[in-house]
């Protein structure tokens, strides 16, 4: 055959290959698009259960009409029944279940509360138990006792000798007016010896004993620690000179840095209970006795003074402690443990426990904190139960299931907002400066800022010095305040 010919038949069959293959998948498309369709085991045919819908575990929020193929991954569409409570906004748990999840219900109770602060605080002196000992007159240091500052003396104790020259001269004038019996000049003359810097006991030891005393022992008018000491033997003294000063240690300061979202709940005379690494499981009791004008500049916080005992002498300065402000119960509210709170960071909720093993998530609006409790402001009722322990676990199916948390009672879920504590410094109908707490979800630290008011009917109430609960929503023009409520007095 010539090269030509050749050319041509294998042409020819490669043309008779292609068309054989288009025919054959146009068949098999043929008879996949007429075949019946073939569904997963219809829903309604297992013991007469009624579907609601259909769904993709991994993208439960959309519903389907049909099963089929999931458009959102390579898996079939699963059926979800009326009696699993799909539409009941309930997520249903067999007791067993439950229990191996460690599943543990609190009771939503309702009682007077206070806003316990937890802070830290450093121990210094009780500058109030503080004795300066002064030279009254000029004159020399003879000998003086072996001290130095940090000592602990005790009451009497001496510390020096002093020779002063200038009260020879008072006292032999008023030993010579008394020789004489004259009682009015010899008053004078204990007049003018007292204001010579004599102190009453010499003066008095002088009148008995009719000798000349031109020295003088000087001792500790208190017990405590020597904080400062200018005195040694041989030295030149001028009037009015400090020679010690001492500070009590029968009581010591405790200051208390006091985050200033909470710096409303303090106040003077307040429990404080302190507690101490050094002394395990032995809280020491004391009281507020000020709150410091001035908030700390770096850390933002209050400075509350404590005192306490200092029984034994054990509690020193530069020792740290965690201390616990309780404050007074002022009202009923309630409450849940805060353990049963899940914050998402857009919102908080709770999951509530209802009849048959069935469990809502609600979305709640929170107060303030209260020991181990936190206060509800809405979203539940007293008597209700909530989950205390496994409550992730159920929130993780109730978002599987599709199941959206509301506040009870509300036709939809309120937008969420950003929480935080702060007091009022100055308020408008449009806009309040805060000084706030952090704000946990958005990772902000707690400062003194203005905000927006999103309703000047915010404002309505409030007054400079309210303690309130804030919820803000971010917007293109910074932090606006969608609610704001009022959770204690006026500082």
Known sequence: MNRPLIKTTVLGLFVAAALLAAGVAAGLWWAARHAPAAHPPAADAQDGRTVLYWYDPMVPMHRFDKPGRSPFMDMD???????????????????????????RLAVVTRAPFGIDVQASGIVGFNEREVAIVQARSGGFVERAASLAPNDVIRSGAFIAELLVPEWSAVQHEYLALKALGDAPLEAAAQERMRLAGMPESLIREIAASGQIRNRVAITAPRAGVIREL???????????????????????????????????????????????????????????????????????????????????????????????LRGHAVESALRVPTEAVIRTGRRALVIVAQAEG??????????????????????????????????????????????????????????????????IDEISASAVMLTHGPFKTLAMPGMTMEFELANPQLAQ?????????????????????????KIGGAQ
């Open 77 to 103: 569409l699963v059926p979800r029944y009326a009696d699993e409570g799909g539409d009941t906004a309930t997520v249903r748990i067999d007791p067993g279940v439950a229990q191996n999840l460690g599943v």
């Open 230 to 324: 200018d005195v040694r033997p041989g030295m030149t003294l001028m009037a009015g000179q400090t020679l010690v000063r001492i500070n009590g240690i029968g009581t010591v300061w405790l200051e208390v840095a006091v985050p200033q979202a909470q710096a409303g709940a303090v106040r003077v005379g307040q429990a404080a209970e302190a507690h101490f690494s050094a002394f395990p499981g032995e809280p020491v009791q004391g009281r507020v006795t000020a709150l410091l004008p001035a908030l700390d500049d770096a850390a933002r916080t209050l400075r509350v003074r404590v005192e306490l005992p200092n029984k034994n002498a054990r509690l020193r300065p530069g020792l740290t402690a965690r201390v616990s």
């Open 358 to 423: 069935r469990y809502q998530p609600v979305e709640v609006v929170l107060g303030p904190e209260s020991g181990n409790d936190t206060v509800i402001l809405s979203g539940l009722e007293e008597g209700q139960k909530v989950v205390a322990s496994g409550q992730f676990m159920i929130d993780s199916e109730a978002s599987l299931l599709g199941i959206t948390a509301r506040l009870q009672g509300a036709p939809a879920a309120p937008a969420a907002l950003h929480e935080a504590d702060g007091v």
């Open 461 to 485: 109430g409030l007054k400079v010095g309210d303690r309130v609960r804030i919820g803000v929503r971010e917007t293109d023009s910074g932090l606006l305040i969608e609610r704001i409520t």
